[in-house]
């Protein structure tokens, strides 16, 4: 399709009126296309490609399993891949959660969490368990299900019809902290505010809490303070209350820890993730659950009443078993903790622009948020469009980054997330970072 031209293929793009360009190859953290111009992937697409594009093992391994056999559904085989992934994956996981179940995607993952903790409580003779609580300014997945438990009220508008209402409490965001606070002031009121929704709600009706380490689409890399998780987790204690820890985009290695609650020593009943797991090489993610869980749904209704044709397919296992291999021998997580702070205090030059309101992150996952009033944090209308203008900039100058917006209340705030691959250089980064910061200042000049 030529830039400008009416799109006449018959793909049903995302966004029809917009330009694509044909993507020839991928090579480490670079994407080149047709015209042979070449992009820093510095979101790793959304924050997936965690081992970098076109790496050789990886395709050994998908094309050694597929000379074996491509598919075989779940309900019928188990394979070397899917118990070697399994393995893998526990090994990497908190203590405890060690029984992986493979979807094929991060919609799916949450959704299946959500069915295991509903199932856990109907077979242990709690069914009247059933709500989900989760938080507003997160992101879950797009699928009903999860789009009922995402708190971003742009992506929800459309289909409110269509989505079960269920509780939101208010988000960890110190930068918009919920209560007005200074952080010295901080008595993590953002996480007791879950222990009155419980209650409000009626304790035996909630199943489980969901909620992202640290939150990724909606906001740009929120780190919570660190006593955060802690206090949730004894909340969902008292109240026998499972907690979800929504590790689509933080897991495997993105936070410079395996799972991002590692940084917190807090051990979910339940990790949704991964997109570190097929890493863009395969559709691979997993429900990572307790043996408790586990064990409650063998001896109760003996099955897990969910599935998906394509869960545990050994052609994805194969990649993923590649993945974790490739990650592990390269020390990559290390790296993601070791290259964190080099990324943020490089990010910390785009400060010098006026609307740039804030810069934060965890390993190779930051975010940068942009305000029109640094003083007041006044967001910009949504109709400036100023996150997707800087990614377009960046764009047009051969830099991927991950616009976002509806962090400051649903519908205003903007943001870009940096999500590079970890084999990315501190040269490399110099160089996402200079581009970056040549996009800014242009929106900042027009802005202005
Ligand atoms: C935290 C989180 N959960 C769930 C999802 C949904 O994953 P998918 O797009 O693979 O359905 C995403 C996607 O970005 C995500 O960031």
């Given at each position: 399709?030529?830039?400008?031209?009416?799109?006449?293929?018959?793909?049903?793009?995302?966004n029809?009126a917009r330009?694509?360009?044909?993507?020839?190859?991928?090579?480490?953290?670079?994407?080149?296309?047709?015209?042979?111009?070449?992009?820093?992937?510095?979101?790793?697409?959304?924050?997936?490609?965690?081992?970098?594009?076109?790496?050789?093992?990886?395709?050994?391994?998908?094309?050694?399993?597929?000379?074996?056999?491509?598919?075989?559904?779940?309900?019928?085989?188990?394979?070397?891949?899917?118990?070697?992934?399994?393995?893998?994956?526990?090994?990497?996981?908190?203590?405890?959660?060690?029984?992986?179940?493979?979807?094929?995607?991060?919609?799916?993952?949450?959704?299946?969490?959500?069915?295991?903790?509903?199932?856990?409580?109907?077979?242990?003779?709690?069914?009247?368990?059933?709500?989900?609580?989760?938080?507003?300014?997160?992101?879950?997945?797009?699928?009903?299900?999860?789009?009922?438990?995402?708190?971003?009220?742009g992506?929800?508008?459309?289909?409110?019809?269509?989505?079960?209402?269920?509780?939101?409490?208010?988000?960890?965001?110190?930068?918009?902290?919920?209560?007005?606070?200074?952080?010295?002031?901080?008595?993590?009121?953002?996480?007791?505010?879950?222990?009155?929704?419980?209650?409000?709600?009626?304790?035996?009706?909630?199943?489980?809490?969901?909620?992202?380490?640290?939150?990724?689409?909606?906001?740009?890399?929120?780190?919570?303070?660190?006593?955060?998780?802690?206090?949730?987790?004894?909340?969902?204690?008292?109240?026998?209350?499972?907690?979800?820890?929504?590790?689509?985009?933080?897991?495997?290695?993105?936070?410079?820890?395996?799972?991002?609650?590692?940084?917190?020593?807090?051990?979910?009943?339940?990790?949704?993730?991964?997109?570190?797991?097929?890493?863009?090489?395969?559709?691979?993610?997993?429900?990572?659950?307790?043996?408790?869980?586990?064990?409650?749904?063998?001896?109760?209704?003996?099955?897990?009443?969910?599935?998906?044709?394509?869960?545990?397919?050994?052609?994805?296992?194969?990649?993923?078993?590649?993945?974790?291999?490739?990650?592990?021998?390269?020390?990559?997580?290390?790296?993601?903790?070791?290259?964190?702070?080099?990324?943020?205090?490089?990010?910390?030059?785009?400060?010098?622009?006026?609307?740039?309101?804030?810069?934060?992150?965890?390993?190779?996952?930051?975010?940068?948020?942009f305000?029109?009033?640094?003083?007041?944090?006044?967001?910009f209308?949504p109709e400036a469009r100023v996150n997707a203008r800087i990614a377009e900039r960046a764009f047009a100058?051969?830099?991927?980054v991950y616009p976002g917006g509806g962090?400051?209340?649903?519908?205003?705030?903007d943001h870009v997330?940096?999500?590079?691959?970890?084999?990315?250089?501190?040269?490399?980064?110099?160089?996402?970072?200079?581009?970056?910061?040549?996009a800014?200042?242009?929106i900042?000049?027009?802005?202005?």
């Amino acid at each position: 399709m030529a830039r400008g031209t009416l799109n006449q293929d018959h793909v049903f793009y995302r966004n029809p009126a917009r330009f694509y360009p044909t993507v020839d190859r991928g090579r480490g953290v670079y994407l080149y296309d047709t015209d042979g111009k070449r992009y820093l992937d510095g979101a790793g697409g959304a924050a997936l490609a965690a081992i970098g594009h076109g790496v050789k093992d990886i395709e050994r391994a998908i094309a050694r399993q597929l000379r074996k056999v491509a598919f075989t559904h779940g309900s019928q085989f188990t394979s070397e891949a899917a118990v070697a992934l399994a393995g893998r994956l526990v090994a990497l996981a908190p203590a405890g959660l060690n029984r992986a179940y493979f979807v094929s995607g991060g919609s799916e993952a949450v959704e299946t969490a959500v069915k295991l903790a509903r199932q856990y409580h109907v077979d242990r003779g709690q069914p009247s368990r059933f709500k989900v609580i989760s938080r507003w300014t997160s992101y879950h997945g797009n699928t009903l299900g999860a789009l009922a438990l995402s708190g971003h009220t742009g992506r929800r508008q459309y289909y409110l019809p269509l989505i079960g209402h269920t509780p939101h409490i208010v988000p960890a965001y110190c930068y918009r902290c919920p209560f007005g606070l200074a952080p010295a002031a901080c008595a993590l009121e953002c996480a007791a505010d879950l222990e009155k929704t419980i209650l409000y709600e009626g304790p035996e009706s909630v199943s489980a809490f969901i909620a992202e380490p640290v939150v990724g689409a909606t906001a740009g890399a929120l780190v919570p303070p660190s006593g955060y998780f802690r206090k949730i987790r004894e909340i969902c204690d008292r109240y026998d209350v499972l907690f979800i820890a929504d590790e689509v985009m933080t897991g495997l290695g993105r936070t410079g820890k395996a799972f991002a609650v590692d940084h917190w020593d807090v051990r979910p009943d339940l990790i949704a993730g991964a997109k570190g797991l097929g890493a863009g090489y395969a559709p691979i993610f997993a429900v990572l659950a307790t043996e408790a869980i586990h064990e409650t749904i063998r001896s109760g209704r003996g099955a897990f009443v969910h599935g998906h044709t394509y869960g545990q397919n050994p052609l994805a296992c194969a990649a993923a078993v590649a993945v974790l291999e490739y990650i592990e021998t390269r020390d990559l997580i290390a790296r993601s903790a070791a290259l964190g702070p080099y990324l943020l205090d490089s990010l910390a030059r785009l400060n010098r622009h006026e609307i740039v309101g804030d810069i934060r992150g965890l390993g190779l996952f930051a975010g940068v948020e942009f305000v029109r009033d640094r003083a007041s944090r006044e967001p910009f209308p949504p109709e400036a469009r100023v996150n997707a203008r800087i990614a377009e900039r960046a764009f047009a100058r051969g830099l991927i980054v991950y616009p976002g917006g509806g962090g400051a209340d649903g519908i205003r705030g903007d943001h870009v997330l940096i999500a590079p691959p970890f084999v990315i250089t501190k040269r490399q980064i110099d160089a996402l970072v200079r581009l970056l910061d040549e996009a800014v200042a242009d929106i900042a000049r027009e802005t202005g």
